[in-house]
Nanobody
Framework: QVQLVESGGGLVQAGASLRLSCAAS????????MGWFRQAPGKEREFVTA????????RYAASVTGRATISRDNAKNTVLLQMNSLKPEDTAVYYC????????????WGQGTQVTVSS
């Protein structure tokens, strides 16, 4: 089991930056690829970004490419999502998730943190 807890969400104005954090506990954190997903009201959950166990490979959704940076610190069991130039359409609940590899199924999920971007 891997337990995930997100933090760092909040209400910001368009153009601002926000850094989301995901703290992991349980099984060996470094053995998992980590991803961020988001779900806006009335919409399906969507992929935002992911990072492999070493931090050497990363993937980004087109909607956040150039504005988002994912990173991880395996010593601290933490994965970060830095979001810049936030837009109102970034408003959503952001979830952290863990998978056995970058192409695998995400089996562990956090409870989410709300990000609201005002125009």
């Amino acid at each position: 089991q891997v337990q995930l807890v997100e933090s760092g969400g909040g209400l910001v104005q368009a153009g601002a930056s926000l850094r989301l954090s995901c703290a992991a506990s349980g099984r060996t954190f470094s053995g998992y690829a980590m991803g961020w997903f988001r779900q806006a009201p009335g919409k399906e959950r969507e992929f935002v970004t992911a990072i492999d166990w070493s931090g050497g490979r990363k993937r980004y959704a087109a909607s956040v490419t150039g504005r988002a940076t994912i990173s991880r610190d395996n010593a601290k069991n933490t994965v970060l999502l830095q979001m810049n130039s936030l837009k109102p359409e970034d408003t959503a609940v952001y979830y952290c998730a863990a998978a056995r590899d970058l192409n695998g199924e995400y089996n562990y999920w956090g409870q989410g943190t709300q990000v609201t971007v005002s125009s």
